[in-house]
């Protein structure tokens, strides 16, 4: 029988949070690139859990809690501020956000 390490969990971390940060890098698109810190911040909960587990503490636990508000307070400022650039401009490609400059 396979046991599950807490490797596997960073493996799956680390698979997890590279995607999202190929996804902030390569697209284009904002809701694309919000998805990908999304999931950036997923692949932080699971470490967060996996040694959390390990330890046998809840801390990581609690971290992981405060880490899910935080990414649902971003999704929704992110996401009002996205829904406002497409009402002026129409668009939602990450080159014509020059406008929010001074």
């Known amino acids: 029988m396979l046991e599950i390490t ?9 698979g997890l949070f590279m995607i999202g940060v190929i996804g902030v890098m390569v697209r284009r698109n904002i809701i694309i690139i919000f998805m990908s810190i999304e999931l950036m911040l997923n692949a932080v909960n699971v470490n967060l859990a996996a040694f ?8 990581g636990q609690v971290f992981a809690v405060f880490v899910i508000a935080v990414a649902a307070a971003e999704a929704a ?3 009002g501020i996205i829904l406002a650039f497409y009402r002026n401009k129409e668009t939602v490609n990450i080159d014509e956000m020059n406008v929010m400059r001074w």
């Open 6 to 14: 807490p490797t596997h969990y960073l493996v799956l971390s680390a």
């Open 52 to 59: 959390s587990q390990q330890w046998q503490h809840v801390t």
């Open 77 to 79: 400022v992110g996401l």
